[in-house]
């Protein structure tokens, strides 16, 4: 009976060094929620497709797609949807602050197994909300001769003020 006890015992500290504070929190991967307005934009990561937006997608917490082995740290994101401007944003890693317990709990195996699977960060932003806008727009319309033109344009504050344009009777 006293041994059952001593091997629980054993088998308890040895499941606390061999895993890491953040490898048990939440592990190497994490969910990126994608959406975009309007809805149906596609999602590429790192050139790759990904689906269409709303749309999860569960990425390695250390930076790179599995199989890359650059020193990359972070995702290049790029949502587009034909006649509109692409939407592009970096998903960038953080250290986590589950990788701190393992000062108390997981000591250097914990350091070591939370450094080596990626689970010592966290990947931020954790949600991708792209309002797609459209490029300008120029209309052009004929009525008695004369020619109308509309044009959006985007101000920039250091533009400096020279005219005001003023609607004809």
């Keep these: 009976m006293k041994t059952s006890w001593i091997n629980s015992?054993?088998?308890l500290i040895l499941t606390t060094l061999v895993t890491g504070c953040?490898?048990?929190v939440h592990g190497p991967n994490q969910a990126i929620d994608f959406s975009s307005q309007p809805h149906g934009a596609t999602i590429t990561i790192d050139g790759k497709e990904f689906g269409r937006t709303p749309k999860a997608i569960v990425l390695r917490r250390i930076g790179r797609m599995k199989g890359d082995f650059t020193g990359k740290t972070e995702y290049a994101v790029k949502i587009e949807m034909e006649g509109f401007y692409p939407y592009e944003v970096k998903i960038k890693r953080e250290m986590d602050g589950w990788f701190l317990g393992n000062i108390i709990f997981g000591?250097?195996?914990?350091?070591?197994v939370d450094a080596s699977n990626g689970s010592m960060y966290k990947l931020t932003?954790?949600?991708v909300i792209s309002q797609m806008g459209r490029p300008t727009v120029m209309n052009t319309t004929e009525l008695d001769d004369k020619i109308y033109i509309a044009?959006?344009?985007n101000v920039d504050p250091s533009w400096e003020k020279?005219?005001?344009l003023e609607k004809v009777q």
């Design 9 to 11: 015992f054993l088998a």
């Design 107 to 112: 000591g250097i195996i914990g350091i070591i």
């Design 125 to 127: 932003p954790d949600q």
């Design 162 to 164: 020279i005219s005001t």
């Design 151 to 153: 044009v959006t344009l």
């Design 22 to 24: 953040a490898s048990i």
